[in-house]
């Protein structure tokens, strides 16, 4: 993600915040779409998890949930095919 571009904007929805997260792919393009959908998805989960002080454990590499994710968003026509860091089974 070292050229992507990421925004963030908080903003009061009643008695919460709205995060609106935008992020443009740069480095590895469209191909790392589903890749990177999944990833949000499950991050932005366990971030909410967190905020309602429940323990979350981090991933030792692509989770059940994260698979899942990953399927859905290619299933929706998301593009795929970047690489998956820590996936031994797409390692080479």
Same mark, same amino acid.
């Given at each position: 993600?070292?050229?992507?571009?990421?925004?963030?904007?908080?903003?009061?929805? #009643?008695?919460?915040?709205? @995060?609106?997260?935008?992020?443009?792919? $740069?480095?590895?393009? +469209?191909? =790392? /779409?589903?890749?990177?959908?999944? #990833?949000?998805?499950?991050? @932005?989960?366990?971030?909410?998890?967190? $905020?309602?002080?429940? +323990?979350? =454990? /981090?991933?030792?590499?692509?989770?059940?949930?994260?698979?899942?994710?990953?399927?859905?968003?290619?299933? $929706?026509?998301?593009? +795929?095919? =970047?690489?998956?860091?820590?996936?031994?089974?797409?390692?080479?």
């Amino acid at each position: 993600m070292g050229g992507d571009l990421l925004r963030f904007e908080l903003e009061p929805d #009643g008695d919460g915040t709205r @995060l609106t997260l935008v992020h443009v792919l $740069l480095d590895e393009g +469209a191909d =790392a /779409a589903a890749r990177t959908a999944a #990833g949000w998805h499950v991050c @932005l989960a366990a971030l909410e998890r967190t $905020l309602a002080g429940r +323990a979350v =454990a /981090a991933p030792d590499g692509p989770s059940p949930e994260w698979r899942e994710r990953y399927a859905e968003y290619v299933a $929706l026509g998301f593009p +795929a095919g =970047a690489p998956i860091p820590g996936d031994a089974q797409t390692a080479s």
